[in-house]
């Protein structure tokens, strides 16, 4: 088992343009988190997993942002028409619900520039 | 109010002593209270997890919880250079989501 993995580790966009991160979590874990971290503050929920379904969304977050985990297994959260705001590192976490203590264990992120 | 409270710090400790990071939370139906440290440009990793009222110890660090004033703790004993980072302390809320606090940051002065 390597962790959470996430591709890409850097991206760099123009405003206005899509992009879409991707997240594999640890293999036999059911839910699977995305986080949002700037500068100076804790990591911000964006939304959940369990299995394939989306479980709840922050309302903190706009239409722009989507996300996907159609088999239950990898996930990809993709923001439309960016905005110099989305610039943050994007941190997907992985956790085994339902047997015990639920703990989450993060993947090493993906840090996004928009220009 | 914010959820989660921490001391942004700079906290500094000088090599060898012991670290104390503090950690308050507003939910009262919260369970789980979990103790993550971040490197500088790296996510966060585990350190510890504590459900029950009182502390647990996990080598050099001990993690205390007072579910009566809503405070949780991490106590770093013999505090090494390597321990500077940020540590956060995260909540699951009694609607089951984590939720984090700001971070501390942690300075241990060799």
């Known amino acids: 088992d390597t962790g959470v993995s996430q591709n890409p580790r850097h991206k760099i966009t123009k405003r206005g343009q899509n992009v879409t991160f991707r997240c594999d979590p640890i293999s036999e874990h059911n839910r699977l988190y995305w986080y949002r971290q700037t500068l100076g503050q804790g990591p911000e929920f964006l939304t959940y997993?369990?299995?394939?379904?989306?479980?709840?969304k922050s309302r903190l977050l706009s239409d722009r942002f989507s996300a996907e985990r159609p088999k239950g297994s990898f996930s990809t959260l993709e923001i439309q028409r960016t905005e110099q705001g989305d610039s943050a590192m994007y941190l997907c976490?992985?956790?085994?619900?339902?047997?015990?203590?639920?703990?989450?264990?993060f993947g090493p992120g993906t840090r996004l520039l928009v220009l | 109010q914010k959820e989660v409270e921490q001391n942004s710090g700079p906290l500094s400790v000088p090599e060898g002593a012991i670290a104390s990071l503090n950690c308050t939370y507003s939910d009262r139906g919260s369970q789980s209270f979990f103790w993550y440290r971040q490197y500088s440009g790296k996510s966060p990793e585990l350190i510890m997890f504590i459900y029950s009222n009182g502390d647990k110890e996990d080598g050099r660090f001990t993690a205390q919880l007072n579910k009566a004033s809503q405070y949780v703790s991490l106590l770093i004993r013999d505090s090494q250079p390597s321990d500077s980072a940020t540590y956060l302390c995260a909540m699951k809320t009694s609607y089951d989501k984590v939720i984090f606090g700001p971070g501390t940051s942690l300075s241990v002065i060799p």
């Open positions: 997993f369990q299995n394939e379904a989306q479980l709840e």
């Open positions: 976490a992985s956790s085994l619900y339902g047997r015990g203590q639920e703990t989450q264990y």
